[in-house]
């Protein structure tokens, strides 16, 4: 112990010490570490010298830069809109007839639709539009406010019982919860709506379909409408095609009858620009099947 | 155990427990309606079993006074078979959540089973777990020797360290009853947080008790990094962990910060865990094993000071970096983004002067897989420091986080460097402890090597494309100037990775196994009667003593 | 240098001195001035507290670790802005103890989720993210919707909120289990006193569709509905960093 030994190995001097048989070496720090420590430093102080770093007291160096990341974003932003304005102006201003003729415009449309659509209404209408249980499928013809390109945006704009002042109201009610209906007449009633969309079941007796029919032309038909396809003045689906918001199996049927429905569609007014809206409804006019 | 406490230790040790049971008894009861009352009844059953082990070896002899010129090395040899259970243990739960990510089903409708329970179970599994039982069975190894003392009693490491474990059962069955202050790596609610500082006091005192006992005059850097670990954990764990319980019998707090100056006050704590924690802990570890194993000399003394300061002073204000771009105030963020660059250096230092010091030894480290071990997590710490310097620096921290990319960094650090580092020290001191001759089985010792390398090559491959793909997609622009994808295209893009990481997890699982396998078979080998030699063992009262000046 | 270190290595309390001086400085530098420099935390006089059920629903996102997949901080850049809405403000998470930024995100951000979805979205989501996102790897939380929430701790939570700052009154201590039930609960006599306490725009309603029952489920997707909504502070034109 404390006796300086020369290693063999790389010749350097040992500091002399000795814990439990282990030695170092004292060899000279190399000057290239000296160099990055330097550079590193040299790095910080321009960065700092450029930039808001150091705090004194109640406020903070600014930096010549003047550099800010939320002036920098919003710039960014405001600079992102501008380049994209030749299109954006066009769809502003156009029709939405004027926009589905233009090939270049709906390209755009079905790019930019296809992310706000999946980061926006895909949690409840599904990637692909074609919805989830509770949630309709926006790829048929069958529209419950509607299936213009207007009308949909309007109810982009507005939602559906959502928290909107002029929000779109629609109420199933609930004629077995609120008394309204017998089950046994339920059960006739759900009998005829299946009819409706599957002439062919086998569980239907014509009797029950027949004394369904009278029911629904008497309870129902106010808001579906006489012959059932439905009425997008009151929001009330087209019960004749086979698209179900619910389910259309016999359980599904009578669970909507006996308890009511009310779907919530949010709007979207305060979310998404009014440009963004026009793109979600000319996107989703684009995505419906043409002929189902 | 309880034979080598001597009469007075064993009264105190069950004073100590009396105490414990007391304040489990008064949590039980406080807390009957709330996951408190649980962690009361789990207190109060560690008191018990204590106390049952303490009076039955009450009435054994008391330890000779020969005891006195060996090393006490029972703690250590508990805390190694303690961290590879916890290895075990929190791996196993690391890669069932890498499997959750995988299929989101195998949650059983169980709240303790489902991924955001269990994730903090993994990671405070793995580090406090894994990583703090290694430190503390480490450390009392490495102070004793470096001083050529023996601990100054028999009680403090053994309450040390059961205490900690206590504190690691109680974080970890706390997350799965949903107790967790959401800090992250800071999870454990007010009264473990609290437990904790008294088991930390404990530690430090007896850290400094045996150095000042020591009979050489200069304190081994070893000693210098695992001070540095106990003090700054300390301080980092006690500021950060301010908080206000609703009540004396509940287990909920609130933290004492909000908003900006909580997230702050998190990331140095967070990112200082990781410096702490994470690094200088396991520096010790490698400073001591390393040339231990190779029989070299360190390489450069003035190098290990310059990285010693370095990584203590320029550490502590790189938290911020883990908070660029957000509501933190920008000039904090350029504070947390320099320093980070210039850690690099010391960072690097540190990695050379460990890589340096096989010079000479290079064959050694292609036959002796335990030195490989090391060699590899000194590489790994290298690529490690120089990823989170870059990751730290803003413009390409707007891309890495929030996603895969960090988790790929903290595995390339945690699997590569923590691990690695913490077996190769493990097999190094097994047989020593044991004395035994050499581990159960080299060829295992190997299999564990490869199955650990390739589990993290796969793991941090896997991450770093996920991580960069997810970054890349998130800002992604078509031709028209909008975002190109939404959030769940990125989502089913990231499937293979998530399957390709928890096969990778599952190799280093497998080794961790394979390892535990191995140190129990060595420990139920034969021992050796090595000729010991007077390096073993401390040095007396009567030899050499403390040296004044030179 | 190398001299001085050769004395100090020597003497251990020297040493722990030294370690304690060297790491104590980065953050009294970086975290004390947060607290004195005023523009940190942005002014926003709109801004409320959580009602009890929006801060239990918050404990049970904190208690089932959401944090670990979702952030809750949009960061100033072109894509997030985009993508989820303007940028998160310090003052939005002012009265979050603590708060819940995050550091991953295996799912989407949450700060400006409020009033995005509906709650009838929420409950199937949580009952089972699958039935309507089928991509989602997120874990079902059905057990929510099971159990009752429990209340009669809740004037402790709001007290030891009020120790650690958040300005809540004498009257929201006292009355925090009725409000909690009455925010789910539109038609009781409860209801009232949530909108007197907390403000007209407090969404009443029952947010598991089931108004006679308190649940978790309740208690949570009142919180998923507020988040981003404390204060409007975000959507103004912010007076970005003093000129
Ligand atoms: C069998 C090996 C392992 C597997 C399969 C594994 C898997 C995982 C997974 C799936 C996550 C969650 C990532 C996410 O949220 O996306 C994670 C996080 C984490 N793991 Fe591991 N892990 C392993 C070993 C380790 C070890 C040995 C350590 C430390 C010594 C460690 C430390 C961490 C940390 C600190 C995090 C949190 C990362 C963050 O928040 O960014 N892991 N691990
Ligand atoms: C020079 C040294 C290092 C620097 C500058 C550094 C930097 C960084 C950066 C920039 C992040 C990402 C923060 C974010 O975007 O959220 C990060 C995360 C992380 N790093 Fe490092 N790193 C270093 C070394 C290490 C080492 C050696 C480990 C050892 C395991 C490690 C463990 C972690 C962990 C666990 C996280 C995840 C924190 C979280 O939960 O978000 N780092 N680091
Ligand atoms: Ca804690
Ligand atoms: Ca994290
Ligand atoms: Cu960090």
């Not at chain 1, 077995?176 to 409706?196: H, T, Y």
């Not at chain 2, 489902?114 to 290694?134: D, E, K, M, Q």
């Not at chain 2, 702050?264 to 990781?274: F, I, K, R, S």
Request: charged share 15%; glycine share 8%; proline share 5%.
């Amino acid at each position: 112990m404390g006796k300086e030994e020369r290693d063999p190995h790389t010749g350097y001097l040992t500091t002399g010490h000795e814990w439990n048989g282990i030695i170092e070496l004292n060899t000279p720090v190399p000057r290239i570490i000296y160099f990055f420590l330097g550079a590193a430093f040299l790095f910080s102080l321009v960065y700092w010298v450029l930039m808001p770093t150091w705090p004194i007291g109640t406020t903070y160096t600014k930096g010549l830069l003047g550099s800010d990341q939320r002036a920098y974003v919003d710039n960014t932003i405001k600079q992102a809109a501008l380049e994209r304005a030749d299109w954006t102006a066009q769809i502003e201003k156009e029709s939405y007839a004027d926009i589905q003729k233009n090939p270049a415009l709906m390209n755009v449309v079905r790019e930019t639709g296809r992310t706000l659509f999946g980061d926006n209404c895909a949690a409840c209408h599904g990637r692909d539009a074609h919805g989830a249980k509770g949630f309709p499928n926006l790829t048929t013809q069958s529209w419950l406010w509607g299936g213009t390109p207007e009308a949909i945006a309007e109810t982009i704009r507005v939602g559906i019982n959502s928290a909107h002042p002029e929000t779109r109201s629609s109420q199933m009610l609930a004629f077995g919860k609120d008394g309204m209906l017998p089950s046994a007449d339920i059960d006739k009633v759900v009998a005829f709506v299946r009819s409706l969309s599957n002439p062919a079941a086998k569980d239907l007796p014509a009797d029950k379909v027949a004394a369904g029919k009278m029911l629904f032309a008497t309870n129902c038909a106010s808001c579906h409408g006489e012959d059932a396809k439905g009425n997008p003045e009151v929001g009330a689906p087209n019960l004749t095609d086979p698209y179900w918001i619910y389910g259309g199996d016999a359980q599904s049927i009578e669970t909507t009858v006996w308890g009511g429905r009310q779907g919530h569609m949010p709007t979207w007014e305060s979310r998404l620009s009014t440009l963004d809206r026009k793109i979600l409804a000319l996107y989703l006019v684009d995505l419906r099947k043409p002929n189902p | 155990m309880i034979a080598q406490l001597t009469k007075n230790e064993r009264q105190v040790a069950l004073l100590i427990l009396l105490a414990l049971a007391v304040v489990g008894i008064a949590m039980a009861a406080g807390g009957r309606h709330d996951p408190f009352g649980a962690h009361g009844a789990l207190v109060l059953l560690a008191a018990i079993v204590g106390s049952f082990a303490v009076i039955s070896g009450y009435y054994a002899p008391e330890p000779p006074e020969s005891r006195l010129d060996s090393y006490y090395d029972d703690p250590s040899k508990a805390g190694i078979i303690l961290a590879m259970i916890w290895a075990v243990i929190a791996m196993f739960v690391g890669d069932w959540v890498a499997w959750l990510l995988v299929n989101p089903n195998l949650t059983f409708d169980a709240g303790w089973a489902s991924f955001g329970r269990l994730r903090p179970v993994h990671t405070s599994g793995v580090i406090f777990g894994f990583g703090g039982n290694a430190l503390i069975a480490t450390s009392y190894y490495v102070m004793q020797r470096t001083s050529r003392a023996r601990m100054p009693d028999q009680l403090t490491p053994w309450f040390v360290l059961l205490g900690y474990n206590l504190f690691c059962v109680i974080a970890a069955t706390g997350y799965l009853m949903g107790v967790t202050q959401s800090k992250e790596y800071a999870e454990p609610e007010w009264y473990a947080d609290i437990w904790l500082v008294i088991v930390w006091v404990a530690y430090f005192v007896l850290y400094l008790r045996t150095l000042a006992r020591r009979k050489e005059p200069h304190i081994y850097v070893a000693n210098w990094y695992y001070l540095a670990f106990i003090l700054v954990v300390a301080m980092l764990h006690i500021v950060n962990n301010l908080a206000v319980p609703i009540s004396w019998g509940s287990a909920k707090s609130y933290s004492l910060f909000s908003g900006v100056q909580d997230a702050m006050t998190e990331w140095w704590y967070g990112h200082n865990a990781v410096a702490f924690f994470l690094t200088s802990g396991f520096l010790g570890m490698l400073y001591y094993y390393m040339p231990k194993r190779a029989g070299r000399p360190i390489y450069s003394y003035r190098m290990s000071i310059i990285s010693f300061w370095g990584i203590t002073f320029f550490y502590m204000w790189a938290g911020s970096h883990h908070l660029h771009y957000t509501a933190l105030p920008q000039w904090v963020q350029s504070l947390g983004m320099t320093f980070s660059v210039m850690l690099l250096i010391p960072s690097w230092v540190s990695a050379g002067n460990a890589l340096m010091t096989l010079n000479g030894a290079w064959h050694k480290v292609r036959d002796d897989a335990v030195l490989r071990f090391m060699m590899v997590a000194a590489v790994f710490y290298g690529l490690t420091t120089f990823e989170g310097s870059f990751m730290a620096i803003r413009p390409v921290n707007s891309l890495s986080h929030y996603t895969d990319w960090t988790v790929g960094h903290v595995h390339a650090g945690a699997l590569g460097w923590v691990a690695m580092i913490t077996f190769g020290a493990i097999y190094a001191s097994v047989p020593w402890l044991w004395k035994r001759e050499a581990m159960y089985s080299a060829r295992l010792v190997e299999a564990h090597f490869w199955l650990a390398v390739g589990g993290t090559v796969i793991y941090v491959f896997a991450m770093w494309n996920s991580g960069i793909i997810q970054g890349l997609m998130w800002r992604t622009y078509n031709e028209s100037g909008t975002l190109a994808y939404s959030f769940v295209d990125s989502l089913v893009a990231m499937h293979p990775y998530y399957i390709a990481r928890a096969v990778g997890g599952l190799f280093f699982l497998l080794g961790a196994v394979i390892g535990l396998y191995n140190i129990w078979m060595t420990i139920r080998t034969a021992p050796q009667a090595a000729p010991e030699t007077a390096a073993d063992r401390p040095v007396l009262a009567g030899g050499a003593v403390l040296q004044a000046g030179e | 240098m190398f001299g001085f270190h050769y004395r100090l290595e020597r003497k251990t309390i020297g040493l722990v001195l030294a370690i304690i001086g060297v790491a104590s400085i980065g953050g009294i530098v970086e975290i004390a001035p947060l607290f004195t420099i005023h523009q940190t935390v942005e002014d926003a006089p709109d801004m409320r507290v959580y009602t009890p059920l929006e801060l239990a629903g918050r404990n049970i996102y904190i208690r089932e670790g959401c944090y670990a997949c979702h952030s809750q901080m949009i960061r100033t850049l072109r894509d997030e802005v985009e993508r989820y809405g303007p940028y998160s403000l310090a003052v939005e998470s002012k009265y979050d103890h603590p708060m819940l930024w995050g550091s991953k995100r295996t799912g989407p951000d949450l700060a400006r989720l409020g009033n995005k979805y509906s709650d009838e979205w929420h409950v199937a989501h949580l009952n089972n993210p699958r039935d309507v996102v089928p991509e989602s790897i997120m874990p079902a939380y059905a057990w929510l919707s099971r159990t009752e929430l429990r209340t009669d701790d809740l004037s402790d939570h709001l007290k030891a909120q009020r120790t650690v700052g958040v300005p809540y009154t004498d009257d929201m201590i006292v009355n925090a289990a009725a409000d909690a039930y009455g925010q789910a609960a539109p038609d009781s006599p409860q209801a009232e006193g949530v909108v007197k306490r907390y403000g007209k725009a407090t969404a009443v309603r029952a947010f598991d569709s089931r108004p006679g029952e308190l649940t978790e489920m309740d208690a949570l997707v009142a919180y998923l509905q507020i988040l981003g909504r404390l204060t409007d502070a975000a959507h103004k034109p912010v007076a970005s960093a003093e000129k």
